[in-house]
């Protein structure tokens, strides 16, 4: 499939794979008693049928249930993301295809489950939905999960004040930019939408939960992290006000300046690292899970 989305790109693709976190099992956990509830299925031993994991990437999502599906497609658009899924894949019933969240090659009535990792903006909500609805079994259910720091520091080193510096400076790098808006602040470290987006999706009895992922990385895997995001790379294209709203971040007289490591050495300087001592950072994610059924739409 031709396209020139950013995720597309191979190195894009591959610091993907490597520095995004995947979810974890509390995650899953969540998302399968909601769907045992809908289907009235309390058999934790019964297996489902069929899940459709959209805008899988390479697989972040994708085998988070694999234990409880009879058979898993993981969709994406990128041709590389797929590819690399496919490489990555160690289960028989999953299958990665290329394709869109608006168009789902996927029988009518077939689906028990859709899930979304931190992908749900990335389509056209409206027709995306019309494809959850037409492919959903009555009682299938659709989740949409995605994450946000909310906590790094190196590991032993907890300072409330220089989380918030740190965190303050990442959401900046990410989301906030130049037009800094403090609603789109909101929204997006809560969740990718605000509250009134949820509440307009066309199914019934929604649910959120919030869970909390830690991981430990080296400065390198927060590094490789921004490297893997779209929204830096977006920021990197408007280039000459970069200058301007990171001064405080860029060291003066750089004309040839590098936007990632002058953050980097901003974390550095915040925390009083030594590049030297190779850190160890304790990374919490905020994961927001929403849930979705189709029963009674
Ligand atoms: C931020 S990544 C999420 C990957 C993974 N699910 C995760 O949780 O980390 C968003 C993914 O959505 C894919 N995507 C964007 N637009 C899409 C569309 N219209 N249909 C299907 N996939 C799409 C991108 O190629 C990308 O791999």
New binding site residues.
């Given amino acids: 499939m031709e396209?020139d989305?950013f995720?597309?790109q191979k190195d894009v693709a591959e610091a993907?794979l490597r520095f995004?976190p995947k979810?974890s099992e509390e995650v899953a956990k969540v998302v399968l008693e909601y769907l045992r509830n809908q289907q009235d299925n309390p058999d934790a031993t019964k297996k489902f049928d069929f899940m459709v994991?959209?805008?899988?990437?390479?697989?972040?999502?994708?085998d988070l249930l694999s234990a409880h599906f009879n058979k898993i497609v993981g969709?994406?658009?990128?041709e590389e993301?797929i590819r690399l899924a496919t490489e990555q894949n160690t289960h028989q019933h999953i299958t990665y295809l290329v394709?869109?969240?608006?168009e789902l090659n996927v029988a009518e009535q077939s689906v028990d489950l859709i899930t979304?990792?931190?992908?749900i903006h990335?389509?056209?909500l409206p027709k995306?939905f019309d494809e959850v609805k037409r492919v959903l079994k009555p009682s299938g259910c659709f989740t949409e999960f995605?994450y946000w720091f909310s906590e790094v520091h190196p590991v032993g080193d907890k300072n409330d004040d220089l989380i918030k510096v740190t965190n303050d400076l990442l959401a900046k790098l990410i989301y906030l930019g130049p037009n800094h808006d403090a609603e789109r602040e909101k929204q997006v470290r809560g969740s990718v939408y605000g509250d009134h987006f949820y509440q307009s999706i066309p199914f019934t009895k929604t649910k959120h939960k919030s869970l909390i992922l830690t991981k430990i990385w080296s400065i390198d895997q927060l590094r490789g992290f921004f490297r893997s995001s779209?929204k830096y790379h977006e920021l990197l294209k408007r280039k000459k006000s970069i200058r301007e709203w990171f001064a405080d971040v860029l060291l003066d007289n750089q004309d040839d300046y590098n936007l990632l490591e002058a953050l980097i050495k901003k974390v550095e300087r915040i925390w009083d690292l030594k590049p030297e001592h190779e850190t160890k950072l304790q990374v919490k994610f905020e994961v927001n899970i929403f849930l979705f059924t189709k029963k009674g739409t």
């Fill in positions: 396209t989305i995720y597309n993907y995004r979810y994991d959209v805008g899988c990437g390479s697989g972040q999502a994708t969709v994406d658009i990128c993301q394709g869109k969240a608006e979304c990792g931190s992908s990335w389509s056209d995306f995605g779209a």
